[in-house]
């Protein structure tokens, strides 16, 4: 017990503490960063701690897509920090055995879910070698998530064929009219953390711009509710009342920036009005 207490307390100081470095070194440096947008495919996957609960689901992987906007400001020594905001679609697919005594068969529940996400990475960076003149890095991240679980829509059934479609809601009681068309989401966490470890490499594609691609892990540590967390209700064949489970996601994506300088830029500007302002010299004749 005291074990598992201080692995929980070290995974929410990890992140706290990781983002508390960065936020403290951005502003002696934010006189240049870099702004750029990101999308990629990613496979969520759902996870239970309990062995008994891993027993009772199979749990499959779910294809799903992000995008989102960034900001990247560089530190010393090769670090910088990045900052991400945008969407995803991720999902559960969990199928269990449903036993009753006039049927038996393997039911599945498809759930597709929208998210808002953001995330704090710190970066370090490492040249490599790969075309002659071109300084291509590679470079390593780590930091904190956070997700906005907005809605979603599902079929549960047959595994061969779900053919029973739902859309959820959340924290409401349950409508006999619904006839399991609604899934009714109760004491569930719609702000779910997760630790985000990636690596990837950038290419200039020009002075100002790079090119970027990054394979990132994403470890959940939130569950998704409790026990008896979903209930679609008018139906028998819908066990998959269990939300007591975490989200795992391997993502792949592709980045591009552009590079300012802020001080540079101005101190451009104060050399061109000084000349304008600069009055000619008369020569002597």
Same mark, same amino acid.
């Given at each position: ?193 997760? !630790?985000?470890?990636? @690596? /990837?490499?950038? &290419?200039? +594609? ?5 090119? *970027?691609? %990054?394979?990132?892990? =994403? ?8 026990? !008896?967390?979903?209930? @679609? /209700?008018?139906? &028998?064949? +819908? ?5 007591? *489970?975490? %989200?795992?996601?391997? =993502? ?34």
């Amino acid at each position: 017990m005291i074990l598992r207490s201080y692995c929980r307390k070290a995974v929410i100081i990890t992140p706290l503490s990781i983002s508390v470095l960065i936020l403290i070194s951005i502003p002696a440096y934010s006189q240049k960063f870099s702004l750029g947008a990101k999308g990629g495919a990613l496979v969520s996957w759902t996870h239970y701690p309990d062995k008994d609960h891993r027993a009772m689901y199979d749990t499959k992987g779910k294809v799903g897509f992000f995008a989102a906007g960034l900001i990247n400001f560089p530190l010393k020594n090769d670090y910088s920090c990045q900052i991400e905001g945008g969407f995803s679609q991720r999902g559960r697919k969990v199928e269990y055995d449903f036993d009753a005594s006039t049927n038996s068969f393997t039911s599945v529940n498809n759930a597709t879910y929208l998210y808002y996400d953001a995330a704090l990475l710190l970066r370090r960076s490492f040249k490599m070698h790969v075309l002659k003149n071109v300084p291509t890095n590679w470079f390593v991240n780590i930091g904190p998530h956070i997700s906005r679980w907005i809605s979603g829509k599902g079929k549960y059934g047959n595994v061969e064929y779900p053919s029973q479609s739902y859309r959820i809601v959340f924290d409401q009681s349950r409508d006999p009219a619904s006839l399991g068309s609604i899934m009714y989401l109760n004491d569930v966490n719609r702000w779910l953390f997760a !630790l985000d470890i990636g @690596v /990837g490499f950038d &290419a200039p +594609f020009s002075k100002t711009q790079h090119i *970027a691609a %990054e394979l990132r892990f =994403s470890s959940g540590h939130t569950f998704f509710g409790n026990e !008896l967390s979903a209930n @679609v /209700g008018g139906t &028998a064949n +819908f066990n998959d009342k269990n939300l007591k *489970a975490n %989200e795992k996601i391997l =993502s792949l994506s592709v980045a591009y920036t552009f590079d300012f300088d802020i001080q540079k830029s101005r101190t451009g500007h104060s050399t061109k009005d000084k000349d304008v302002k600069r009055k000619p010299v008369r020569r002597k004749r």
